[in-house]
């Protein structure tokens, strides 16, 4: 998981560290405002802490062992800007003193582990957990899904970024410069080993600390639990003010959502049946594929299933539409909004069930 | 499959807590290694560490961005030219780079010598599976800049203190709280390491036979849980050590390095190389 230096291309670093510089700084300034003079000793201890974690070799079934990350551990324990910037402190001693990762791409490994991982283990943890008792059960299931959520979320990333490598970075003979594998070995590959093994051992680790600290100290829990005395101190509990932060750099990438435009050719293998009939991006196909040129006919399964569903809006620009620019823009609002009315709707089914044990504190 | 790092993995020999304890143990030799390297009389150890950090960085940076197989051999050589006039042995790079890269990269490298497609070279005796020129050069690219940047690192790393690495980033507008911040934790990630090898060999210590695998997992879990809440504890006593010292939230460091003719000299020798690099390969 740790992605050692050479394995990613200088541009795609460079797009890593772009991507994560945003997270890193909103999570610095939130968790700033919160712990204010603790917040040096407070991080270093806490990152130290996700740095030993990251060395236990946890016995899975079936025999085997395998390194678990913590990434579920520490945004259970810390939520999700703390344990951004406690996972990224640690990426940086593992990398610059341990040699675990490279130097380079730093920011790729933080993009995975760091903050995607955790991002998606913590909305496991909240929507699975919802406003159960911080000593139910159903917290410790939800921790441990949410481990194996998160790392095998942080391992696809890793997945896609050494799969694009060859269809983008190639010399002049066609031999890929970087990580060789196109996406269709890169994914598997390693999600083969997520899916099982360290999926395992993320789950085993999130889950077992969570059950751990419910019979010990269960007040380490309370940080990211809503439970039924909501603490009027946690972002959740202020609505809008709590995650404006969040909503305009939501915002932000709506707007700048027609930048996908700028971009050359066609993306990999997300080809059309009307594409292999068009000579034009035939040849963009071969040129991406590594020479390999595409089926002469359309596919017959791609024929048969293109038919089936038809997009409300194509090429992600509706018909009335007649700027790409807007369209793109139009599209981002109208997938984000339902996204957040699905979640919004989970959110209420899960909430509307009373806990069980409620009402005996 | 282990992946690859300076430090050196268990040798997967024992029981579970063995192995958890030697993994440990392993992290803590690196570190007192890496101190003892850093006060030896060498060249790198010379240098002003913001040279060796900008100069080390630039290098792995062009190793990953030149396109030349060549150019890509010569800066390897180059290190380990630079480990040889700085008292860091070839076995010692071996054997903390070389091998660990080899066994990890080297085994995801090796199938790309049959998967990418291209000008079959030849076909393997028994398997007739194609060997291609593309394949071979993704493969030697791949483990060349791993081992190239990887062997740039450790030196870094091998002769340069922790302490002045870290003041050394100050040169390159690290922020001084992070810097403050990767100075504690890498204190506190060997105060950990000790505390978790003590807890475990207690608990070995009171173990008459193997523990089954629920049990392990239990004792893994209940380990890492107890090291979290000493983490807690231990912040808020850090917290309350630091403002007894007169800390208010403002970390100050204090700068004592100075530029010699030797070190001007190593900035412009990195930028050469960096230069006649990508000038080759253009």
Same mark, same amino acid.
């Given at each position: 998981?740790?992605?050692?230096?050479?394995?990613?291309?200088?541009?795609?670093?460079?797009?890593?560290?772009?991507?994560?510089?945003?997270?890193?700084?909103?999570?610095?300034?939130?968790?700033?405002?919160?712990?204010?003079?603790?917040?040096?000793?407070?991080?270093?201890?806490?990152?130290?802490?996700?740095?030993?974690?990251?060395?236990?070799?946890?016995?899975?079934?079936?025999?085997?062992?395998?390194?678990?990350?913590?990434?579920?551990?520490?945004?259970?324990?810390?939520?999700?800007?703390?344990?951004?910037?406690?996972?990224?402190?640690?990426?940086?001693?593992?990398?610059?003193?341990?040699?675990?990762?490279?130097?380079?791409?730093?920011?790729?490994?933080?993009?995975?582990?760091?903050?995607?991982?955790?991002?998606?283990?913590?909305?496991?943890?909240?929507?699975?957990?919802?406003?159960?008792?911080?000593?139910?059960?159903?917290?410790?299931?939800?921790?441990?899904?949410?481990?194996?959520?998160?790392?095998?979320?942080?391992?696809?990333?890793?997945?896609?970024?050494?799969?694009?490598?060859?269809?983008?970075?190639?010399?002049?003979?066609?031999?890929?410069?970087?990580?060789?594998?196109?996406?269709?070995?890169?994914?598997?590959?390693?999600?083969?080993?997520?899916?099982?093994?360290?999926?395992?051992?993320?789950?085993?680790?999130?889950?077992?600390?969570?059950?751990?600290?419910?019979?010990?100290?269960?007040?380490?829990?309370?940080?990211?639990?809503?439970?039924?005395?909501?603490?009027?101190?946690?972002?959740?509990?202020?609505?809008?003010?709590?995650?404006?932060?969040?909503?305009?750099?939501?915002?932000?990438?709506?707007?700048?959502?027609?930048?996908?435009?700028?971009?050359?050719?066609?993306?990999?293998?997300?080809?059309?049946?009307?594409?292999?009939?068009?000579?034009?991006?035939?040849?963009?196909?071969?040129?991406?594929?590594?020479?390999?040129?595409?089926?002469?006919?359309?596919?017959?399964?791609?024929?048969?299933?293109?038919?089936?569903?038809?997009?409300?809006?194509?090429?992600?620009?509706?018909?009335?539409?007649?700027?790409?620019?807007?369209?793109?823009?139009?599209?981002?609002?109208?997938?984000?909004?339902?996204?957040?009315?699905?979640?919004?709707?989970?959110?209420?089914?899960?909430?509307?069930?009373?806990?069980?044990?409620?009402?005996?504190? | 499959?282990?992946?690859?790092?300076?430090?050196?993995?268990?040798?997967?020999?024992?029981?579970?807590?063995?192995?958890?304890?030697?993994?440990?143990?392993?992290?803590?030799?690196?570190?007192?290694?890496?101190?003892?390297?850093?006060?030896?009389?060498?060249?790198?150890?010379?240098?002003?560490?913001?040279?060796?950090?900008?100069?080390?960085?630039?290098?792995?940076?062009?190793?990953?961005?030149?396109?030349?197989?060549?150019?890509?051999?010569?800066?390897?050589?180059?290190?380990?030219?630079?480990?040889?006039?700085?008292?860091?042995?070839?076995?010692?790079?071996?054997?903390?780079?070389?091998?660990?890269?080899?066994?990890?990269?080297?085994?995801?490298?090796?199938?790309?010598?049959?998967?990418?497609?291209?000008?079959?070279?030849?076909?393997?005796?028994?398997?007739?599976?194609?060997?291609?020129?593309?394949? /071979?050069?993704?493969? #030697?690219?791949?483990?060349? &800049?791993?081992?190239?940047? +990887? $062997?740039?690192?450790? *030196? %870094?790393?091998?002769?340069?203190?922790?302490?002045?690495?870290?003041?050394?980033?100050?040169?390159?507008?690290?922020?001084?709280?992070?810097?403050?911040?990767?100075?504690?934790?890498?204190?506190?990630?060997?105060?950990?390491?000790?505390?978790?090898?003590?807890?475990?060999?207690?608990?070995?210590?009171?173990? /008459?036979?193997?523990? #089954?695998?629920?049990?392990? &997992?239990?004792?893994?879990? +209940? $380990?890492?849980?107890? *090291? %979290?809440?000493?983490?807690?504890?231990?912040?808020?006593?850090?917290?309350?050590?630091?403002?007894?010292?007169?800390?208010?939230?403002?970390?100050?460091?204090?700068?004592?390095?100075?530029?010699?003719?030797?070190?001007?000299?190593?900035?412009?020798?990195?930028?050469?190389?960096?230069?006649?690099?990508?000038?080759?390969?253009?």
């Amino acid at each position: 998981m740790h992605i050692p230096d050479g394995y990613l291309s200088p541009s795609t670093c460079a797009v890593a560290y772009a991507a994560a510089v945003p997270f890193w700084y909103v999570a610095l300034k939130r968790v700033q405002r919160l712990l204010q003079s603790r917040l040096v000793p407070v991080l270093a201890v806490v990152s130290a802490f996700c740095f030993v974690i990251m060395m236990f070799n946890l016995p899975i079934p079936g025999g085997t062992t395998a390194h678990a990350v913590g990434i579920g551990v520490a945004v259970v324990v810390l939520g999700p800007s703390a344990a951004i910037l406690a996972i990224s402190i640690a990426l940086m001693i593992q990398a610059l003193f341990f040699g675990d990762g490279g130097v380079t791409t730093y920011g790729a490994n933080c993009l995975n582990m760091a903050i995607v991982g955790p991002l998606v283990a913590y909305v496991c943890y909240r929507l699975i957990a919802a406003r159960a008792p911080i000593e139910a059960p159903r917290r410790v299931v939800g921790a441990a899904i949410a481990g194996y959520v998160g790392i095998n979320a942080a391992a696809l990333l890793a997945a896609l970024e050494f799969g694009i490598q060859p269809l983008l970075f190639h010399d002049a003979g066609g031999a890929p410069l970087y990580a060789p594998y196109p996406l269709s070995v890169a994914v598997p590959a390693m999600m083969l080993a997520h899916l099982t093994m360290a999926g395992a051992a993320e789950a085993i680790i999130t889950g077992g600390v969570v059950a751990y600290l419910q019979r010990a100290n269960p007040d380490l829990l309370r940080s990211t639990a809503i439970t039924s005395d909501v603490s009027p101190d946690l972002p959740a509990a202020r609505g809008w003010y709590g995650v404006r932060q969040l909503w305009i750099g939501v915002g932000a990438l709506m707007v700048l959502s027609p930048l996908g435009l700028i971009a050359a050719g066609i993306a990999w293998g997300e080809w059309g049946a009307e594409d292999f009939q068009d000579p034009a991006v035939r040849a963009q196909i071969a040129h991406a594929s590594s020479n390999v040129a595409p089926p002469a006919h359309v596919p017959q399964g791609l024929a048969h299933l293109s038919t089936i569903w038809h997009a409300p809006m194509p090429n992600y620009v509706p018909a009335f539409m007649q700027s790409a620019n807007l369209g793109y823009i139009l599209s981002a609002v109208v997938g984000t909004g339902l996204i957040v009315l699905v979640l919004s709707g989970l959110s209420w089914l899960l909430g509307r069930r009373p806990p069980s044990g409620a009402g005996q504190a | 499959m282990a992946e690859q790092s300076f430090v050196r993995h268990g040798r997967h020999r024992g029981n579970f807590l063995d192995r958890l304890a030697d993994g440990l143990a392993h992290a803590v030799d690196h570190a007192l290694e890496a101190d003892d390297l850093s006060r030896r009389d060498g060249l790198l150890q010379r240098l002003d560490p913001r040279v060796k950090l900008g100069g080390v960085f630039g290098l792995i940076l062009v190793a990953v961005f030149v396109k030349s197989l060549a150019v890509l051999a010569a800066l390897f050589w180059l290190a380990v030219g630079l480990a040889a006039v700085s008292r860091v042995g070839p076995w010692r790079l071996a054997r903390q780079v070389w091998i660990g890269v080899l066994a990890f990269t080297g085994l995801i490298a090796l199938p790309a010598v049959f998967l990418v497609p291209g000008d079959v070279l030849f076909n393997l005796p028994v398997l007739s599976w194609p060997v291609t020129l593309q394949g /071979v050069r993704s493969a #030697a690219f791949l483990l060349g &800049r791993s081992e190239t940047a +990887a $062997t740039y690192a450790l *030196l %870094l790393v091998l002769t340069t203190s922790w302490p002045h690495l870290l003041k050394a980033m100050r040169a390159f507008r690290v922020p001084t709280v992070l810097i403050v911040i990767f100075g504690l934790t890498h204190r506190y990630v060997f105060v950990f390491l000790r505390v978790a090898t003590q807890m475990l060999e207690a608990r070995r210590s009171r173990l /008459v036979g193997p523990l #089954a695998p629920r049990d392990r &997992r239990r004792l893994a879990t +209940a $380990t890492a849980g107890v *090291l %979290l809440t000493r983490a807690f504890d231990m912040s808020t006593e850090v917290h309350l050590a630091m403002v007894s010292r007169g800390y208010r939230g403002e970390p100050r460091l204090l700068d004592e390095f100075r530029m010699r003719p030797l070190d001007w000299a190593a900035v412009a020798g990195s930028i050469a190389v960096a230069a006649m690099a990508l000038w080759w390969q253009a």
